[in-house]
């Protein structure tokens, strides 16, 4: 079986995912790029907890390492679920019963948080909103974070459930609690690219706001 040349550490998972553990060289020559490159690449997803090594030692001398995905890495490069996420959020929208759907959303929204919420770091919600931003971005979604003011705002680049989404902004009511119980703090959906933004934009509300409406 022919494999093409990986061009991104996303392919280079997929070749750990197809083919098992392999070897610095093995990469190397599938990836038609040096071994220093490649160790680059193994170096960076090991620090991130996709990939560990593992020592295999044949007779004497120095061991040789195979590289292969973590439990976090096989869930982040397999778990592709389109469809039945399709198919789960329809039939949630077809319930007739609105208190129902209602309570459905925000337990939605912490299932996923509960995935997530170890990986979010930080004292301030600007600290904790870049470290969310870096986790969007391990996952190919693209997202950026400006501080540069006392209400800091989390820009979504692009849609990461745009068939959810289409005709159905009850996905993005999730998607802002699943960011409001990842940062710690209450957030609103201050654009939106359903509403014709070029741009999704979470915003935590004002903390006078949030006093007054207790």
């Known amino acids: 079986m022919s494999v093409q040349a990986p061009t991104s550490d996303a ?10 553990a392999m ?9 038609d790029v040096t071994p220093t490159a490649v160790r680059q690449r193994l170096t960076r997803l090991r620090e991130q907890n996709l990939i560990e090594r593992e020592a295999i030692r044949y007779g004497r001398g120095r061991p040789r390492h195979k590289y292969q995905l973590t439990d976090k890495g096989v869930r ?34 912490r299932s996923l948080a509960s995935q997530y ?20 971005s391990q996952r190919r979604l693209p997202t950026t974070v400006d501080d540069s003011n006392c209400r800091p705002v989390l820009r979504s680049h692009a849609c990461p459930y745009p ?3 289409d005709g159905d902004q009850s996905v993005c009511e999730m998607e802002k609690m699943l960011f409001s119980e990842l940062l710690g703090r209450e957030v609103e959906l201050t654009q939106c ?22």
Not at 23 to 31: I, P
Not at 85 to 94: I, P, S
């Open 193 to 214: 690219r359903l509403d014709g933004a070029c741009q999704c934009e979470f915003r935590p509300v004002e903390l006078d706001r949030v006093a007054g409406s207790v």
């Open 117 to 136: 919420a170890d990986q979010v770091e930080g004292e301030t919600t600007a600290e904790r909103m870049r470290s969310l931003s870096e986790l969007l």
């Open 11 to 20: 392919d280079l998972l997929d070749l750990l995912r197809i083919n098992g």
């Open 76 to 109: 982040l490069t397999g778990s592709n679920f389109t469809d039945l996420a399709l198919v789960l959020w329809r039939e949630v929208g077809a319930i007739e019963n609105i208190d129902i759907r209602d309570e459905l959303l925000p337990r939605i929204a």
């Open 163 to 165: 068939t959810l989404a």
């Open 23 to 31: 070897g610095v060289n093995d990469l190397a020559d599938a990836m």
